[in-house]
């Protein structure tokens, strides 16, 4: 079987198209699941995955790229709480509706949590927090992490909003209360309204010039006049004039019309 007909099946199992993603850094991924299983090719891969659904899990798990950390590149999260914020939320006539899209492990919506109770109080805190696989959602949900996951946490929040409970840490309840999380296929699925902020970082990367097209002319409706999308460090958008988005600080990009 060639790689494009294991795509075509990769479909018709799972509803993801591999065309979208980078055609290198994706059979790299694959042919490495591949010999670690000590398969001789794509097919026999493939009838694996039909048969068990742990290696399908697995495939899942490993090709959605699952890095996340709290307050990653924490510059950036100062111009998020310095200018960012305070300019949406002097805006905003209600709550800020916050989409954290492609969130893995939970990292990044606590984050954004625990930062917002700077700005309100967490009973007017909701985010949206969305990813494909299913099963890094379940350990979102679950909001525990090593000692070596937390390194990044501000210590005013270590205590008041994480907790340590034998030799893991874990998130509060009221924080997890400000999160709720689905799954969301970034290709496929419809997108969500009215959104003041879309956070959406370091998974653009792995996709094709085509599919970031689709997806920025996709977070352009969503946000609404004004609102702000917030990408990677590796992300910058080439001529985000044709998306209707102007740089508002590096990485930061503020919608001015619809694409």
């Given at each position: ?6 795509k075509?099946e990769?479909?018709?199992v ?13 059979k ?9 299983k000590s ?5 026999d891969y493939?009838e694996l995955?039909k048969k068990d659904?742990?290696v399908?899990?697995e ?10 950390e709290?307050y ?6 100062d ?7 305070p ?7 209600t ?8 969130c893995?492990?939970?990292?990044e919506?606590?984050?954004l ?9 967490l009973n007017r805190i ?13 350990k979102?949900k679950?909001g525990?992490?090593?000692e070596?996951d937390i390194?990044g946490i ?5 205590g ?10 874990v ?9 709720t999380?689905k799954?969301?296929?970034l ?6 309204n ?5 956070v ?5 990367i ?7 097209h ?9 946000l ?7 990408v990677?460090?590796t992300?910058?958008?080439?001529n985000?004039q044709?998306?209707k988005?102007?740089p508002?600080r590096t990485?930061?990009?503020k919608?001015?019309?619809?694409a």
């Amino acid at each position: 079987m060639t790689y494009d007909g294991f795509k075509e099946e990769v479909y018709r199992v799972t509803s993801i198209d591999l065309n979208a993603y980078k055609e290198r850094q994706m059979k790299r991924r694959i042919e490495s699941l591949i010999n670690k299983k000590s398969l001789k090719g794509y097919k026999d891969y493939i009838e694996l995955m039909k048969k068990d659904p742990l290696v399908l899990k697995e495939f899942l798990s490993y090709m959605t790229i699952n890095v996340s950390e709290f307050y990653r590149n924490p510059s950036q999260w100062d111009v998020l709480e310095e200018e960012i914020l305070p300019y949406l939320n002097e805006r905003s006539r209600t709550n800020l509706k916050i989409w954290s899209a492609a969130c893995s492990t939970g990292q990044e919506p606590y984050s954004l949590v625990m930062l917002l109770s700077k700005f309100l109080p967490l009973n007017r805190i909701s985010i949206l927090a969305t990813d494909l696989d299913e099963v890094i959602l379940e350990k979102a949900k679950l909001g525990q992490y090593d000692e070596k996951d937390i390194k990044g946490i501000p210590s005013e929040y270590i205590g008041k909003y994480i907790h340590k409970k034998n030799d893991v840490y874990v998130i509060s309840d009221e924080i997890k209360k400000c999160v709720t999380f689905k799954k969301h296929n970034l290709l496929k699925d419809s997108y969500p309204n009215n959104y003041d902020l879309i956070v959406c970082r370091n998974v653009l990367i792995y996709f094709t010039e085509d599919a970031k097209h689709d997806i920025y002319k996709n977070f352009n409706r969503t946000l609404i006049d004004g609102g702000v999308l917030f990408v990677g460090s590796t992300e910058q958008i080439i001529n985000s004039q044709n998306y209707k988005f102007k740089p508002l600080r590096t990485f930061f990009y503020k919608k001015e019309g619809d694409a």
